[in-house]
T-cell receptor, first 115, second 112 residues
């Protein structure tokens, strides 16, 4: 079974600084998807970024980028120029690419932005 | 599009009562997922449907839980009888194949 591990329960960063959230996963599959979801206090789950395992290029969405290391099974999220609105729980998730994407989530990292 | 709609947003009930959570997926999405979020277990998949047919219910905790999808625009998750350990946030999500899942706002269930 696939597993996702986020080893940082909490992180904090100064506003405008850069922060990196860590995620590792375990799978025997060669093709899969990886995601970062954001859950603010409103509890709405919001997709931040998605990475296909077959793509070597790291995904980027504005201030959010990932460092995908397939061999190491590592998938970290970098947030540049942190903003107060980035404060939330961040979940790393894994899914297989075919058909339904059953998401397997990590435990989450609570990110605090200090003004 | 209005996104995934869930109702109610909050539900407080007494142990032993029946609870029904409702979900309307995004139009055109043919996959629907029910997740549960607790502090102890995090986010876990309960069941998912494809074209209104239940495909995998291995995450359903026990027989007290049941889910239905009578048509493409509506699904229910029912707990009967409810217990305090069922207190959690229940999310519904929908997607098309190989595309991102879009989550509803969740239903916070409290069983006293």
């Amino acid at each position: 079974a696939q597993t996702v591990t986020q080893s940082q329960p909490e992180m904090s960063v100064q506003e405008a600084e850069t922060v990196t959230l860590s995620c590792t996963y375990d799978t025997s599959e060669s093709d899969y998807y990886l995601f970062w979801y954001k859950q603010p206090p409103s509890r709405q789950m919001i997709l931040v970024i998605r990475q296909e395992a077959y793509k070597q290029q790291n995904a980027t969405e504005n201030r959010f980028s990932v460092n995908f290391q397939k061999a190491a099974k590592s998938f970290s999220l970098k947030i540049s120029d942190s903003q107060l609105g980035d404060a939330a729980m961040y979940f790393c998730a894994y899914s297989r690419p075919q058909g339904a994407q059953k998401l397997v989530f990590g435990q989450g990292t609570r990110l605090t932005i200090n003004p | 599009d209005a996104g995934v709609i869930q109702s109610p947003r909050h539900e407080v009930t007494e142990m032993g009562q029946e609870v029904t959570l409702r979900c309307k997926p995004i139009s055109g999405h043919d996959y629907l997922f029910w997740y549960r979020q607790t502090m102890m277990r995090g986010l876990e998949l309960l069941i998912y449907f494809n074209n209104n047919v239940p495909i995998d219910d291995s995450g359903m905790p026990e027989d007290r839980f049941s889910a239905k999808m009578p048509n493409a625009s509506f699904s229910t998750l029912k707990i009967q009888p409810s217990e305090p350990r069922d207190s959690a946030v229940y999310f519904c999500a929908s997607s098309s194949p190989s595309y991102e899942q879009y989550f509803g706002p969740g239903t916070r269930l409290t069983v006293t």
